[in-house]
């Protein structure tokens, strides 16, 4: 969701995303914020190398982790409510991209889907045997996983939206320099 840190975020926000609808909370009450009973702030996807929240300049936003249980269920239950409330007949889904990269996330929930995958703990950033070195087994298991992330997300979106209804994405083409890493 959108975090402009000051007031010309804002203003880029309105003149370069004018499509969008962005949700940008005071940060005064950022952190009292709840859907489905869970935190927003507790969706966020961390950052590798420091834990921090993941920012996306571009968007002037922090992410939310498709592989939190809870960011999940408050997903579905969000779609659930905008097909019956409204009278759309699609959804495009923009919310599967590890925007960070291979540097995201690295939240409680991608480090244990890490370890289920390959018993062993996601190394740290500092690690180029690892980071970056497509020769790792490791690795690769890493970048599988971040494909499979948007593919598992999308899924669970289609499950809950009516049969008939359309479902596309943005970032999951195959003309994005980046396809690998949002998938």
């Known amino acids: 969701n959108y975090r402009p840190r ?11 995303n004018h499509h969008h609808v962005p949700m940008t909370p005071d940060p005064a009450f950022i952190d009292n914020l709840y859907y489905a009973g869970k935190k927003l702030n507790s969706f966020r996807q961390l950052r ?6 993941l920012f996306l ?16 269920f408050a997903y579905k239950s969000y779609v659930q409510r905008l097909f019956a409330e409204t009278n759309i007949d699609g959804l ?7 925007y960070g ?12 889907k890490y370890r289920l995958a390959t018993d062993k703990a996601l190394p740290p950033a500092t690690d180029f045997t690892f980071w970056g070195n497509y020769d790792n087994p490791d690795f690769r298991v890493w970048v599988t996983q971040h494909l ?13 939206m009516p049969k008939d209804a359309i479902l596309t994405s943005c970032c999951s083409s195959s003309v994005g320099r ?3 890493v949002v998938g």
Do not use: I
Not at 57 to 72: A, G, K, L, M, V
């Open 57 to 72: 300049p571009s968007y002037h936003c922090e992410c939310f982790c498709t592989n939190n249980p809870d960011f999940r």
């Open 178 to 180: 980046y396809n690998d």
């Open 101 to 112: 990269h291979w540097g995201a996330c690295g939240c409680p929930h991608c480090r244990a």
């Open 92 to 98: 495009m889904c923009d919310d599967v991209g590890h």
């Open 148 to 160: 499979g992330d948007g593919r598992d997300f999308l899924a669970m979106v289609r499950d809950v």
């Open 48 to 53: 590798v190398d420091d834990n921090t929240p």
């Open 6 to 16: 000051n007031w010309q975020d804002r203003k880029d926000n309105f003149d370069r």
